[in-house]
């Protein structure tokens, strides 16, 4: 079974409106969150990291961790056909960045005009 | 210009044929990784490597093996590949720092083994 699950597996979203990906870890040492972005044919690209409850938001894109449920969710607001692209979700063990990350099946973005 | 490389960008093997694949990067990290992305797109890590000290090492093949020169490379072996081999392998760094040790990812190798 996946260590981290995203759902859903494709969303398609009109120019403008907002995207909703939503990740669940069922491994409760995960404490460290990731977003990631792929574009076709190219390296994963962080987005952004959250570690603590609650929102951070950067730019267009909002995360939202809840710890007690290990849920986290990733909102793009004002989606642009730039967003289309595979999002992952990534988690790792406290602090030991040098274990590397777990990643997600991720998540297919299309924006549509 | 800092990045990370990787080279070849594309490779077409036979089953049982030696391989190898090339990582630089020149963001001054010191750890680097290998990441093996299937047909499904799913990310798995392989290896990790700081300051030349093998970190993590999944269970992968034997036959896979990573090899560094120094904290700025980190290649990556296959003795005799099989068709399972077949993948993009995305090699990564990251550091202790503000970014919250955030990984940054090289553009993959495609290999293909007929």
């Known amino acids: 079974q996946q260590k981290v699950q995203q759902s859903p597996e494709s969303l398609s979203v009109p120019e403008g409106g907002m995207a909703s990906l939503n990740c669940t870890s069922s491994?409760?040492?995960?404490?460290y969150f990731w977003w990631y972005r792929q574009h076709s044919g190219e390296g994963p690209k962080a987005l952004m990291s959250i570690f603590s409850d609650g929102d951070k938001k950067e730019g267009r894109f909002t995360a939202h961790l809840n710890k007690a449920s290990l849920h986290v969710s990733l909102h793009i607001r004002d989606s642009q056909p730039s967003d289309s692209a595979l999002y992952f979700c990534a988690a790792s063990e406290g602090n030991n960045y040098a274990q590397g990350l777990t990643f997600g099946l991720g998540t297919r973005v299309s924006v549509f005009p | 210009e800092t990045a990370v490389f990787q080279t070849p960008n594309y490779h077409v093997t036979q089953v049982g044929n030696e391989v190898s694949f090339n990582c630089k990067q020149t963001?001054?990290?010191?750890?680097m990784y290998w990441y093996k992305q299937d047909s499904k797109k799913l990310l798995k890590i392989m290896f990790s490597?700081?300051?030349?000290?093998?970190?993590v090492n999944e269970t992968v093949p034997r036959r896979f093996s990573p090899q560094s020169s120094d904290k700025a490379h980190l290649n990556l072996r296959i003795k005799s590949v099989e068709p399972e081999d077949s993948a993009v392998y995305l090699c990564?760094?990251?550091?202790?720092?503000?970014?919250?040790?955030?990984?940054?990812f090289g553009p993959g190798t495609r290999l293909t083994v007929l």
């Open positions: 990564a760094s990251s550091s202790r720092g503000r970014s919250s040790y955030e990984q940054y």
């Open positions: 963001l001054g990290h010191d750890t």
């Open positions: 490597y700081n300051n030349k000290q093998l970190i």
């Open positions: 491994d409760r040492n995960f404490q």
